[in-house]
Structure formats: structure tokens, C-alpha cells
């Protein structure tokens, strides 16, 4: 009996000895097997887990795999998941895409052979303000970007944010997408050679026209910015008492402030501004760029203008219409798709890009409802790019073209001070409109005035840039470009001062315009 009790404990005591050692195998993670994840006020080890909890102190999580939030809410993300792990790999896509396009690239990439042969199981994309991409990259919570444009990438290129794409499979469809497009680079080349983005998409701005229209009025087709400037197009001010063309107030849209930066640097800052002035006092100025898309698609004007897709658009919804890339006066961006350089799988990252890259990604443009412009020539040979001949003609014609030699850094001085200006300018003053269709009057219908006497008039009362009281010096100041790249600074510090500098403006606006008028009735 003594010898069996010595044998019990001695098995009892092994029990216990190879639990505890269990035990501690159990809670000692696997090496190299868990995902740190940087939550800003914590890091937790994570193995198989592909979600991530942002701690941040305006920021709540939320259970969603695609939401949209701005600077102001920063951004969130799924919380932590007390589940098992889930199997495969979720891609996370930090965008500036629109939901639709989104989800319809979601849906037909999980379908493919790509996401099967890598593993890819979901992608969970993410919309964000783009001022808080560094951060949200930083932070580690996004494997691709695509889509904010070609500043917004080269400025987180600069940022060291950005790894080279490397892999066999995105390199070899990377080399169907063209160097340079209309004299602007398709691809960010580091001094190593290597390639740190790639446009998915090519965006223009330009002039969507309404064929009926134009010869309806007998008006000119215009082709550039400056024919929109033309007295001609004012004839309808004075005939049918409506203007003959659209566009969106610039505070209002952030495609009509790049083309107003485009003017004025395509044409110079003086004469720029007379461009501005002219097409605006022809247009019906509209709170949106949407608006002024469809008032060119229902017939209200002869021509708005708009971002390249919504002119392709426009051509789907009436074929009236057609969109023009103004002459020697545009900018063709490439629309980037790139990697994180904290990439959690880098090469399902890149297998995502491949595909997005390949004529089986590029075919998300041609549909009816987002009609952007492919990267990828090689979709065209698709049977649905054979379909979309249209927005082949577009690409070829594209390729001819060259852009303006226009500097994001100089758009970027002055974009907060030419939005003030024009709202002061040209929305604000009820007598804007009513001074220069008088004077086209005068030109057109009465026939009582010389051309030159137009052009010296329309410049110095309509778009010569406006001497007012700047409301915090209390000094006269002349809307100079160095002038508005101080009143910028003071703006961005201190968004306050958005409605002073707005009423001022307004207030000279209003008295050189009646003054206008005045001379001409008098």
C-alpha cells in the first residue's frame, strides 16, 4: 500500500508539473506569428486579426467595412474582434473614390482569380479627409491608397509614407500603363528607380457643350476658356434674359477651384482673372458642380464647366453634348494607386493594384455610371471596352494633348484667397450681372460702342483685379497674386476671417459695377 500511495503521488505531481508547463506555453505568443498593431495609446499583439482599433480622442469605433468621415471626425475603424480569427486575408483600401466605385471594384475583385490565388478574402475600404492620410497611414491602418491625386501621393511620397511596388505580377501590368500622358507623368520614379505609383485612372478638366443649344442662340463652339469669355455668349443675358453658360461657385467645388487655377496659371494672373470675371458674369453661377453638369445636360446653357467624367457623362444622359479639353490651356492628372509602406501583406497588396491595374480592374471606369478614363489602353481591347468606343475616342485624343506646365505648390498659396474673391467678386454683388450685360448691349444690340471700347471698359470695371480696404490692415490693397498669398496665410490660421474679406471685396465690387452702369446709361 505504501509503494502504491509513493506511485500515486509521483503521478499526481507529474500532472501538475506538465499543466504549468502547458500553461505557459499557451500564453507565450508564437514568434513572428501576431500582428502589432499601433493603437496611438496602446499596442496589442493580434494573431490572425485584421481588424484594428484607432484610439483617438474625437474617434468612436464602429462595426462597418466601408464608411466615409471627414477632417473634422478624423476616422475609426472596426474595434477589436473578441471572435476567433478569421482565415485569409483582408486588404484595407484607404480612398478618395466614391462609394459606388468602391464597392462595384470590391465585388468583382473578390470574384477574381487574383484575390483566390493570394487568399484575399474581403477588402475594407476606407474614406477619409486627405489631410488625415499621413496620420491614418502612420498609424498603420491602411495596405493601399487609390485615388486623391497626384499632389496628394507625390506629398506622401515626400513623406517617406509610400513602399516601391516590387512585385513581378504589378510591375509587368504596370509597364501597359503609359510613362506620360498629355506631358504629365503616369508613374512617381524615386531617384532608386523604383516606382512608388501608378495612375489607375486619367482625369482632364474642361468644357462640357450642348449642341442643340449653341445652334439654337447662333453661338460660337467654344474650344478654349477664353472663347466662354467671349461678349458673344453674353448675347442671351439681354434676348431670353438667362445666362448661356454654367459654373460652380468656387467655395462650392473643389473641381472648378483647379480649373480656376488653371486659368490663371495658364493665362497669368491679370489676365486670368478677366478670363474668370468674363465667364462668370456669362454663367449662371451654381451652388454645386453637379448643377451646372446638369443644367449643360437639360438644355439650360449651351456649356458648364466640368472634371472630364461628368462631361462623359453628360454624352450618356444626351447625346447633345459632348466635352472639350480646352486648347494649350489644362491639366491631365494621372489618378495614383500606390502601397503603404507599413503594408501589412505586401504582396496581397500588390496583387490588389495588379488587378486594379489590369484591363479586368480598368473595366470599374467603363461603366455607365462612373465613366472615368483608364489608365490601361489595353481594356479597350476588352469586349466591354469595345463597347465604350466613346470614351476610346476620348483617350486617344488625350494622348496628343499637352498639359500647361501648372504648379500644385502656387494653386495651393492662393486656393483658400481666390475662393473669398470670387464669392465677393462675382456671387455676392446683385449689380454683376446687370453691368456686364448692359455693356454686352451696348456692343452687341445697340452697336454703340468700338470693340476696343468694350475691352477697356470690361477691364477696368469687371476683370482687372479689385482695389478694396483690406478689413485687417485697414490699407488699400490691389488683389495682386502676393497679395492674395498673404491674405491665404491669414485665412488658413484663421478661418474667421473668411467673412470679412468676403463683405469687403463685395462692398468694391458693388461700387465699381455702379459705376459701370453709370457710365453707360448716362
Not at 103 to 111: I, P, V, Y
Not at 187 to 216: C, E, H, Q
Not at 241 to 266: G, N
Request: hydrophobic share 40%; net charge neutral; no cysteine.
Amino acid at each position: 500500500m505504501k509503494g502504491l500511495s509513493r506511485i500515486s503521488m509521483i503521478l499526481v505531481l507529474a500532472v501538475i508539473i506538465i499543466a504549468i508547463t502547458l500553461g505557459s506555453l499557451v500564453l507565450i505568443p508564437p514568434r513572428g506569428g501576431g500582428t502589432q498593431i499601433n493603437t496611438g495609446s496602446q499596442t496589442t499583439a493580434m494573431t490572425g486579426i485584421t481588424a484594428t482599433r484607432i484610439t483617438t480622442p474625437i474617434a468612436t469605433a464602429i462595426e462597418t467595412k466601408t464608411y466615409t468621415t471627414t477632417a473634422m471626425t478624423t476616422y475609426t475603424q472596426t474595434p477589436a474582434i473578441t471572435q476567433p480569427p478569421q482565415q485569409g486575408i483582408v486588404i484595407r483600401v484607404l480612398s478618395r473614390h466614391s462609394t459606388d466605385i468602391l464597392e462595384k471594384a470590391r465585388a468583382a475583385f473578390l470574384k477574381s482569380d487574383i484575390a483566390r490565388m493570394y487568399g484575399i478574402v474581403d477588402l475594407r475600404t476606407i474614406t477619409v479627409d486627405a489631410a488625415a492620410w499621413p496620420d491614418f497611414i502612420a498609424r498603420g491602418n491602411a495596405d493601399v491608397l487609390w485615388g486623391g491625386g497626384p499632389t496628394l501621393f507625390d506629398s506622401l511620397y515626400l513623406r517617406g509614407l509610400l513602399m516601391p511596388l516590387d512585385s513581378d505580377l504589378v510591375l509587368r501590368v504596370a509597364r501597359d500603363i503609359p510613362d506620360v500622358v498629355g506631358g504629365s507623368s503616369m508613374k512617381r520614379l524615386g531617384p532608386d528607380g523604383k516606382i512608388y505609383w501608378v495612375a489607375a485612372a486619367i482625369s482632364s478638366f474642361g468644357i462640357t457643350i450642348n449642341k442643340d443649344v449653341i445652334r439654337t442662340f447662333g453661338l460660337p463652339t467654344p474650344r478654349t476658356w477664353e472663347d466662354l469669355a467671349k461678349p458673344e455668349f453674353g448675347v442671351t443675358l439681354y434676348t431670353i434674359k438667362r445666362p448661356s453658360i454654367a459654373i460652380a461657385q468656387l467655395s462650392k467645388s473643389t473641381s472648378t477651384t483647379r480649373m480656376a487655377e488653371i486659368i490663371l496659371q495658364a493665362y497669368g494672373w491679370d489676365k486670368g482673372w478677366r478670363v474668370l470675371a468674363y465667364i462668370s458674369a456669362n454663367s449662371d453661377i451654381k451652388p454645386g458642380s453637379e448643377d451646372a453638369r446638369n443644367a449643360v445636360i437639360n438644355g439650360e446653357v449651351a456649356a458648364a464647366l466640368t472634371i472630364d467624367f461628368y462631361g462623359y457623362t453628360a454624352m450618356i444622359q444626351n447625346p447633345a453634348t459632348e466635352y472639350v479639353i480646352p486648347e494649350g490651356a489644362t491639366v491631365i492628372n494621372g489618378d495614383p494607386i500606390a502601397m503603404a509602406y507599413n503594408a501589412r501583406n505586401k504582396e496581397a497588396a500588390q496583387a490588389f493594384i495588379a488587378w486594379v491595374l489590369s484591363p479586368e480592374g480598368q473595366k470599374i471606369w467603363l461603366d455607365r455610371s462612373i465613366n472615368r478614363m483608364p489608365a490601361n489602353p489595353k481594356v479597350f481591347d476588352t469586349p466591354e471596352g469595345m463597347q465604350r468606343q466613346d470614351l476610346k475616342n476620348v483617350y486617344q485624343q488625350t494622348l496628343s494633348l499637352k498639359s500647361i506646365n501648372f504648379s500644385d505648390d502656387e494653386a495651393l498659396s492662393y486656393e483658400v484667397a481666390i475662393q473669398v474673391y470670387y464669392d465677393g467678386a462675382f456671387w455676392d454683388p446683385p449689380s454683376f450681372k446687370q453691368a456686364w450685360s448692359a455693356l454686352v448691349a451696348k456692343l452687341l444690340k445697340d452697336k454703340t460702342i468700338s470693340r476696343e471700347r468694350f475691352e477697356e471698359l470690361a477691364s477696368k470695371y469687371i476683370g482687372s483685379p479689385l482695389e478694396f480696404t483690406d478689413p485687417v490692415s485697414g490699407e488699400r490693397i490691389i488683389f495682386t497674386k502676393e497679395a492674395a498669398q498673404r491674405i491665404n496665410q491669414m485665412l488658413v490660421k484663421d478661418p474667421g476671417l473668411y467673412d470679412k474679406y468676403r463683405s469687403a471685396i463685395a462692398r468694391a465690387a458693388e461700387d465699381r459695377y455702379r459705376a459701370l452702369l453709370s457710365i453707360l446709361t448716362g
